[in-house]
Every structure is written in C-alpha cells, then in structure tokens.
T-cell receptor, first 111, second 116 residues
C-alpha cells in the first residue's frame, strides 16, 4: 500500500527566502507525481506534474524534482512571496490511476 | 474552457437525510475521480469512474455511499442516511483518459458537506 509523507508539516519563512518542501513515498512503482496548492476552504490547484521517466519540472519560481528509486520528491520555491502562503500537497499515482496524497506542508510567508 | 464544476459548493443536511453531490468534468475528459477530505485529515481516494462504468471503488465506504457517471450528465456521488462523520469536503477530479498520456488530474472547487 502506497504511503506518502511530507516534511515539514508547517513552515514559516520571511519574504524573499528560497525554500524546499519534501515528499517521500514508499512504493517506487509510480506513474507520475503531482504537486498541488490548496488555499483555506478552497480546491486544489495543480502546480507541477512529473512523469516517472522525468527528473524535474519547472514553472516560473517553482521547480520540482523526482528521484523515483529513492522514493523522494522536492518542491523548490524561489524568492518566496506572501501570496505563496498555502498548503502544498504532494500526490503520486500508480497503475490504478488514483492519487495517494501526503498530509501537506502548511507554508506561511511573512511580509 | 471551463474547469471541473461541482455543485453545490456547500450543502447542509440533517442526520438521516440524503446528500447528492454533482461533478461535471472538464470538456473532453472522460474519467472522473472522487476524493474526500475529512477535517484535519488528508485527501483520500473514494472512487474512479468512466462513462457508465465504475473502474475502482476501493476507497468507498461499504454502506450508504454510491457513485455514478451516466452517459449524459454529471457524475453523482450519493450518500444515503448521512451521519455527522460524513461531514467533509468532497472533491471531484477529471482527466482526459487514455488520450492524455500524463493522466494528470484536474480538481474542482469541492462540495463542503455539513451534517447537523
């Protein structure tokens, strides 16, 4: 059974800092990995998707990496802004297509 | 190009009533997934459907919960005889199916169910 862990559970940084969020998964037989953002009381916004054959994906100030063999992914956020404050979720999918989510990292960027 | 639509956004039901949650996938998407987010817990998979077929319902509670995705119209998640423990946010996601090589899932805004 796939399990996804995200560390840290919460993170508070001053504006402008670069930061890294971590995600680990127990079963390396994944099809892809998605990073999402969730604002309080809102839905999920897809940030980046990395297919199992890829090592990283970039979008603007975000960069996600994937090391499938070790069961790890990181989300790097450059030059953080208060508007980046949200909960960041990591999710993996296998051959069954369903996503298995981590519990998230709650990020607060202080102005 | 509208995204995944869910309605209602908020639903209040008394214990014992039925709740019907609707999800319209993105245009061109033929696969629908339902997830539940209980208070202070992570998102959990419930069911995966294609048009007129349930593909995987391994995350659905055995009783009171059912889902369908008819040939025409939205996908419906139905909860009969609701209890307080059903209070949660229910999210629907869709993907393009086999034509979409990445199987990326796109999420709706969710339906927040409160059982009083």
């Amino acid at each position: 059974k796939q399990e996804v862990t995200q560390i840290p559970a919460a993170l508070s940084v001053p504006e402008g800092e670069n930061l890294v969020l971590n995600c680990s998964f127990t079963d390396s037989a994944i099809y892809n990995l998605q990073w999402f953002r969730q604002d309080p009381g809102k839905g999920l916004t897809s940030l980046l998707l990395i297919q199992s054959s890829q090592r990283e994906q970039t979008s603007g100030r975000l960069n996600a990496s994937l090391d499938k063999s070790s069961g790890r992914s990181t989300l790097y956020i450059a030059a953080s802004q208060p508007g980046d404050s949200a909960t960041y979720l990591c999710a993996v999918s296998g051959s069954a297509r369903q996503l298995t989510f981590g519990s998230g990292t709650q990020l607060t960027v202080l102005p | 190009n509208a995204g995944v639509m869910q309605n209602p956004r908020h639903l209040v039901r008394r214990r014992g009533q039925e709740a019907r949650l609707r999800c319209s996938p993105m245009k061109g998407h033929s696969h629908v997934y339902w997830y539940r987010q209980l208070p202070e817990e992570g998102l959990k998979f419930m069911v995966y459907l294609q048009k007129e077929n349930i593909i995987d319902e391994s995350g659905m509670p055995k009783e009171r919960f059912s889902a369908e995705f008819p040939k025409e119209g939205p996908s419906i998640l139905r909860i009969q005889q609701v209890v307080r423990g059903d209070s949660a946010a229910y999210f629907c996601a869709s993907s393009p199916g086999d034509r979409g090589l990445t199987y990326e899932q796109y999420f709706g805004p969710g339906t927040r169910l409160t059982v009083t």
